[in-house]
């Protein structure tokens, strides 16, 4: 959850609209922060929230005094910065602003095919963002030409592989396959994992995935694109089923919004180039390259109009690695959302996406306010601080069920309820897992579960229970334990649940067990 409206209207006011940390007037480019995350138990307290700047913002969020570039800001440089600087505001010895608002930049990346090949199209009308411009440029051009390349596939970094009648008969054809950690994921969704080789990728998986291949080509090594998850289908006809997972195709542009007073044209952005053809596939890293400069649209862009400027491709992490510390979502038709999300990658995490082709990495605009010639700096593109727009069908195909330990508090994914129940009532039964005393039905899905009765050993319990997007059930057991479960489930959209997307239900998985506690119980 992000602050209240009131705690972060106090904020900004006892900072005045400045940074806590640098000291500088930066108006509506400032952002509320956590001093303690709320993943590691900061409250949405006045006391927890500081004022940073996008700059000082990006060296705040994820402290590691391991950090290979620069030093990041510990909690308690956090603090005393923050109370000097509120102690300096209150008693009004700040400075007068000498740095009016030009533009208001974010970070955003586009996770969805569809959206970038709006995008490539110049059709900007579902991008949210005020009064979109696109600027066309070289990364544009690139990124034109692998939409035209993957425009007959999927986009969403999976598709089915090979079916076996059980595990036992998977097993025996892949025996590198291993079990991952369900409890601490990634992946948790899969019973097995396994890592493609080279000739593998090549003969079975690439052909109809140009973005597969297209990697492979420019040095991508397997384990670092690519892994292959395994399950049991219940859906449908039940089969063993092999899926593979690989880099999804992002891009990353720069959003600047024009929030001065009066027209403003940029003649010309300031950044630091990658490294020039050929386009290796490379690990996410900002580049030391001298700045070099390269000339923008002459057009002026009125108060309120937005400039949106392509820099390259982002290629997402093999799992979720990110927190959301909020979202926005819109509904482009029946059973499709588009979701904007504000996002935060640690710097470790951050090795998990990956670069390739032509990337710019902005300093800077030349800009002309009514004759004037004015500077405006950019701050650097970090994952900590980052926008992501996505969109995603609302399918649904059943609960999961979880096991928790109320010693420790661990959790471990145990599988999917009812897979065969789509609007058909059944009962499921299971073992109790030692080490663990509490089942959790958890509904993370566009859909309802009911849930009608329970037996525990011996003991019936009549259960009325109704389980919507997020909410969870639980009941004590005991480790060892026979467990019989009767209910059912119904998406929200039934005709678009055909196929369920295994690689979306295990990243709802990861996710879940990371933040489970957040969740509410139907009693």
Known sequence: MAFPPEVKQAALVAAARHCCVCHRYK?????????VQEGDGGSNDFDNAIVLCFDCHADAGHYNPRHPRGSKL??????????????IVRKGITAPSTEPDLFYYRYLVCRDLDILKEIV?????????????????????????????EEEASGQGY?????FPDRDAYLRNHPEAVAPDRSDGPHSFFEFVRTPSREELIKQWSPGRPLLRRLLEVGAQPQDISVIGSYFEGCGIPVYQEVIITMPLWTAFLVAENVHNSALTIKAMNFAPDPGPPYRFRPFRPSNADANEINMPSAPLRPGMTTIIPL?????PLHKVERCWSETTSYIKAGLVQSLSHCTVSSEDSLAYGL??????PLGFRVVDTGLNRYQQVHELDLANMYTLDRHWQMGSCPHLFFVSSISGRISYFGPLFAAGQGKTMIESFIVPYGFDTALIAELEEETTHLYAAWIGSNYYPLSVSLRPGQIFTFQVEAGSSIHVQGHYEPVFPDLATVPNAVRRSKLVDEFIREWSQHPFMA
């Open 27 to 35: 108006g509506v480019k400032v952002e509320v922060h956590h001093i």
């Open 74 to 87: 510990s909690l308690v440089e956090l603090r005393v910065a923050r109370d000097r600087w509120f102690e």
């Open 121 to 149: 199209n110049k059709d900007l009308t579902r991008i949210p963002v005020k009064d979109p411009v696109l600027v066309e440029n070289a990364s544009l051009d690139f990124l034109s030409v692998l939409v035209r390349e």
């Open 159 to 163: 598709f089915f592989g090979d079916t």
């Open 312 to 316: 390259g491709v982002l290629l997402g």
């Open 356 to 361: 390739w082709g032509p990337f710019l990495w």
